[in-house]
């Protein structure tokens, strides 16, 4: 399938623009293929005029319609076959391995989202049925449910092209929930996302929507991204990627006329807390799972556990002992851009050069070339990570810090003090854990998911999934931008009161045709009403 290296409006290709980029082949840093034309202002809001000139007719669709127009998008993925994980790997360096199962991952979740719009009950649909001769006041008939909030602008991330890119989360569930999509091609694979937008193109076609229901525009610096924030078509943002980029669309769309919601998840540290029993029986074996978490995928997760603490001792001593020894053993491997390698590679010396901290391990070969990143893993104790507030923000790769504390308390201290996180891991015997639940109290305050003896890498798509956390680690921390949950961020509720049965959405009417849950007066069920 060509490239255009155009926008993709509303299902046809256009380009006013006149800068032009490349794609970056990441293991050689070197441009190749197609020029992308950037995006304008002039195109972003065709895009947004024309999403909103179809929400009426996506959002009034039947479930059936919707979940149908999933299916398609996931059936024309896998159509693109190989060209796909060979732009994505060439693109972002990663390996075909990850991409062909990212790309697995990607289409699994597709159906899964399918499945849960035709199956309904996501819309929290309620019921109170009137009663005339209550007193001192009639009771009256009053049902509510979630619609679609209307047009969504979306920027996927650069560590997941697939799941989390044009065709990711953001985009399946903003479409699910009946909300069109204009979303911006992440420049750092301009190539797979042109791919994957032809393809949900031809998906929309397929199932019998307009065109407007979905447009993609390219662009490399902040003027397209916040033009499709500004927009007034658009209500609601969905991102993910780093705080400040989150954070100027949120304080953008806050500044609007009408402001809007941004649903930006961010990264975190997500620190990670050795208790007692556990550091004394299985030292090498957390060690192990420690360096396979910050290591994977080159470090690139937002879930990379960048700061350790446990207890001064001979478990400790052991735990970074070995620590260091398998960092030396960690071969360099290829990061998704030259910005990202260089960040990391900057915030790495940065660590390295501070007082009071030192080196555990570092990956014995050096990097071939600019893009690629070694493992280091850095020491210190608790009053030089007191004194040094940065050593807790996020370096974005395979690097974190081993902290040495005093006691348990010390640790607690430490979590009190803690910004908002994605994610924290405790690992400790049923002993420790029974004996510190004050630590579990605390983090509870503190971030989105809390991991008993596991690591935050590998982040399962499912119901009960929380991707998200307080401030800074998302904007919104009510809500998740992994699992079927994800739906809520993109409706909102509408209480129908009086109404006719015939004139109530078909969720919200007496027979129960769908046999989806419902709360009935104040009573979870499935049966009809009356």
């Given at each position: 399938m060509a490239l255009q290296g155009k926008q993709l409006i509303a299902g046809v290709f256009e380009a006013k623009g006149t800068e032009t980029y490349q794609a970056v082949d990441a293991s050689t840093n070197t441009p190749f293929g197609v020029h992308f034309v950037e995006g304008t202002v002039a195109e972003v809001a065709a895009a947004a005029k024309a999403a909103a000139d179809s929400f009426d007719a996506l959002r009034?669709?039947?479930?059936?319609?919707?979940?149908?127009?999933?299916?398609?998008?996931?059936?024309e993925i896998m159509a693109l076959g190989d060209d796909l994980l060979e732009m994505?790997?060439?693109?972002?360096?990663?390996?075909?391995?990850?991409?062909?199962?990212?790309?697995?991952?990607?289409?699994?979740?597709?159906?899964?989202?399918?499945?849960?719009?035709?199956?309904?009950?996501?819309?929290?649909?309620?019921?109170?049925?009137?009663?005339?001769?209550?007193?001192?006041?009639?009771?009256?008939?009053?049902?509510?449910?979630?619609?679609?909030?209307?047009?969504?602008?979306?920027?996927?991330?650069?560590?997941?092209?697939?799941?989390?890119?044009?065709?990711?989360?953001?985009?399946?569930?903003?479409?699910?929930?009946?909300?069109p999509v204009v979303v911006k091609a992440h420049p750092a694979h301009p190539g797979t996302s042109e791919l994957l937008a032809m393809a949900i193109t031809k998906a929309v076609k397929a199932a019998g929507f307009p065109a407007g229901i979905f447009s993609m525009v390219h662009g490399r610096g902040h003027e397209v991204g916040l033009a499709m924030a500004r927009d007034p078509h658009i209500k609601a943002v969905a991102f993910t990627g780093g705080?400040?980029?989150?954070?100027?669309?949120?304080?953008?769309?806050?500044?609007?006329?009408?402001?809007?919601?941004?649903?930006?998840?961010?990264?975190?540290?997500?620190?990670?807390?050795?208790?007692?029993?556990?550091?004394?029986?299985?030292?090498?074996?957390?060690?192990?799972?420690?360096?396979?978490?910050?290591?994977?995928g080159v470090g690139q997760f937002c879930t990379?556990?960048?700061?350790?603490?446990?207890?001064?001792?001979?478990?400790?001593?052991?735990?970074?002992?070995?620590?260091?020894?398998?960092?030396?053993?960690?071969?360099?491997?290829?990061?998704?851009?030259?910005?990202?390698?260089?960040?990391?590679?900057?915030?790495?010396?940065?660590?390295?050069?501070?007082?009071?901290?030192?080196?555990?391990?570092?990956?014995?070969?050096?990097?071939?070339?600019?893009?690629?990143?070694?493992?280091?893993?850095?020491?210190?104790?608790?009053?030089?990570?007191?004194q040094t507030p940065y050593l807790m923000e996020e370096v974005f790769g395979p690097t974190s810090i081993v902290v040495a504390c005093n006691s348990v308390e010390e640790m607690e201290e430490m979590a009190e003090g803690l910004e908002g996180h994605l994610s924290a891991t405790v690992h400790g015997t049923p002993e420790d854990l029974a004996a510190h639940k004050n630590l579990i109290q605390i983090l509870e305050k503190k971030v989105g998911r809390i991991i008993i003896n596991g690591y935050p890498t590998g982040i399962e798509v499912c119901a009960a999934m929380h991707h998200g956390g307080p401030y800074p680690a998302s904007t919104d921390s009510h809500y998740t931008s992994i699992g079927t949950g994800s739906l809520l961020r993109f409706g909102r509720p509408v209480c129908y009161q009086g109404f006719p049965n015939d004139l109530l959405p078909p969720q919200l009417r007496n027979a129960n045709e769908k046999g989806i849950w419902r709360m009935v007066n104040n009573e979870m069920t499935r049966e009809n009403v009356g």
């Open positions: 009034t669709a039947t479930v059936e319609a919707r979940g149908q127009l999933l299916d398609h998008i996931a059936d994505a790997h060439q693109e972002t360096g990663l390996p075909m391995g990850r991409c062909t199962g990212e790309r697995g991952r990607a289409v699994n979740q597709i159906r899964l989202f399918a499945n849960v719009i035709r199956e309904g009950s996501w819309v929290n649909a309620r019921i109170d049925t009137a009663n005339p001769d209550r007193t001192p006041a009639p009771k009256p008939d009053v049902r509510s449910m979630l619609v679609g909030i209307g047009p969504v602008a979306v920027f996927g991330a650069s560590n997941f092209p697939l799941a989390i890119g044009v065709a990711g989360t953001d985009t399946v569930t903003a479409l699910g929930a009946g909300c705080l400040r980029g989150g954070r100027a669309l949120f304080d953008a769309a806050a500044a609007r006329p009408e402001p809007i919601p941004v649903y930006a998840e961010m990264g975190s540290t997500n620190p990670v807390f050795l208790l007692p029993g556990a550091l004394k029986a299985r030292s090498a074996d957390i060690a192990k799972g420690y360096l396979q978490s910050v290591n994977l990379n556990p960048g700061i350790l603490l446990g207890l001064k001792g001979e478990g400790m001593s052991s735990f970074q002992q070995a620590s260091g020894e398998l960092a030396t053993a960690v071969t360099p491997a290829t990061m998704l851009h030259a910005g990202i390698s260089k960040a990391f590679a900057d915030g790495v010396d940065k660590i390295g050069q501070t007082p009071g901290v030192s080196v555990l391990g570092q990956s014995a070969d050096a990097p071939a070339v600019a893009t690629q990143a070694g493992c280091a893993i850095f020491a210190t104790d608790i009053d030089t990570l007191k």
